[in-house]
């Protein structure tokens, strides 16, 4: 009689509990931040971004996602952010990172360059307007009917997001928001090519 033999090494992750368990560590991580910042006297959202100064570039740019004024900006931020990300790493996990990397770079020096002097940014929106242009793009770069059921999908629920890329709001960071979401186009851009190019090598 032969038994069948089990592949040496720990059992692959399944997709999805691969998908809750890093967006539901990462919304943990910025509600843990945001109760560190306000049991502390100094406030940690001065290490937001600060368009034109040396300071506000670097420190600033990766410090501002995981940075919110209060519980409410946070919690605005936390739900989008949690649905679009476990949707992103759902549909190509290598290709959520990359969206996540560049909205959050290209929203920051955005930021950074155009809003006005002697202000403070933070928060995670900029990231959450990437994910929503990755996956919007996606639907049509891709050019697969999955994909863009999908960013239908998303603009059905999130579509009044776009009205955010808009300067409505002395507070809203309309520019976060724009160059987040242009970063995430741009992520769908460069992740479409990456795969055609690997298809056709």
């Known amino acids: 009689m032969t038994l069948p033999v089990q592949p040496a090494g720990p059992r692959p992750v399944h997709p999805l509990r691969r998908a809750l368990a890093t967006w539901g560590a990462l919304a943990a ?6 109760a560190v910042d306000l049991v502390l006297p100094a406030r940690l959202t001065m290490w937001g971004i600060t368009p ?5 570039l670097l420190p600033g740019i990766a410090a501002a996602p995981f940075l919110h004024a209060d519980a409410a900006h946070l919690a605005a931020n936390t739900v989008p952010l949690v649905v679009m990300g476990v949707v ?33 940014t933070v928060g995670a929106s900029g990231v959450v307007f990437g994910l929503f ?15 863009f059921l999908i960013a239908l999908l998303v603009f059905l629920v ?3 997001l776009i009205w955010g890329v808009l300067p409505t709001s002395p507070y809203v960071s309309w520019q976060a928001h724009l160059f987040g979401f242009l970063g995430g ?16 090598a």
């Open 158 to 160: 999130y579509g009044s």
């Open 88 to 120: 992103c790493a759902l549909r190509d996990w290598r290709g959520m990172w990359a969206a996540l990397g560049t909205a959050l770079v290209v929203s920051g020096l955005g930021v950074w360059l155009i809003s006005p002097a002697h202000s403070v």
């Open 29 to 34: 991580l910025l509600w843990a931040v945001l």
């Open 133 to 147: 242009g990755y996956l919007l793009a996606r639907g049509i770069v891709m050019r697969r009917l999955g994909d």
């Open 185 to 200: 186009i741009a992520a769908a851009i460069a992740v479409a090519r990456s795969r055609r190019a690997k298809a056709a």
């Open 52 to 56: 034109r100064t040396l300071d506000g």
